[in-house]
């Protein structure tokens, strides 16, 4: 596969949902291509249309207006079951069988399903389960109740198991979120050791935060009230300029040895509010 293989692609993009108060638009003309091996970071407000972008991207839903292709794919042409089986989604949102070991937690990515179903498990299958629990950093406690695992240790087993039928576009929805500081410096680690091993693997990630970033993501788009505020190259794209436009806020970033990291510049006394 050539490496400018486009994996995804948004042409003049636009959602709307119904809601009690009337139609509330999510998506405005967003245009947003990625390509084959890229690791996308997607910045913005609660809100902010992130989640939305990963639902199409995923073949969740479709866009009201505009066009949206998956792996060469594009949504309204294609059974969007047999699209999903070539992408990995994570979330938080994903639901966890109680009283299932790690391993066999991980083992449920062979067959997509929540619940075992061990009959139907390979032995090829079960090999490349055990290689992403490796990877992952989980070969340890493969014995464990997965929901007696800490939240990171579960968000890292989700990844696992989302590695095992091979997709070839990986959707990280806030894999980081709640996690204390060792457990997310863990899954940063573990992601940029997937990034390594994998380097033909297409991953995009929803976070709010830039020191979640791994230092393996050279990609961003940033995104306020469903719009586009700026995409690129994570230097061009992650500055102080384009941040304080997408979070309403003055801020000051700065990137040391691969990390991201931004903070608030103070008020002067004078200044009024800066308002969101």
Known sequence: MPSNETVLRLEGVSLWRSTAAGPKQLLRDID???TRGQRYALLGHNGAGKS???????AVQFPSSGTVEILGNRLGRVDMRELRADVGNVSAANRIPPRLSVRDYVFTGITGTVQP????????EKKRALESMELMGLGAMADREILSCSQGEQSRARIARALVPQPRL???????????????????????VLAAEFPALTMILVTHHLEELPASFGHALLL???????QGDVH?????????????LPLAVNHDDGRWHARLLRRRPADASWGV
Do not use: K
């Open 32 to 34: 947003w291509v990625v």
């Open 52 to 58: 939305t972008i990963l639902s199409l991207a995923g």
């Open 117 to 124: 179903l061990p009959r139907r498990y390979g032995q090829a």
């Open 170 to 192: 990986l959707l990280l929805d806030e894999p980081a979120a709640a996690l204390d500081l060792p457990s997310r410096e863990q899954l940063i680690d573990s992601l940029d």
């Open 224 to 230: 306020r009230q469903g719009a586009t505020v700026a």
């Open 236 to 248: 061009s794209t992650l500055t102080s300029e384009n941040l304080s436009e997408c979070f309403g």
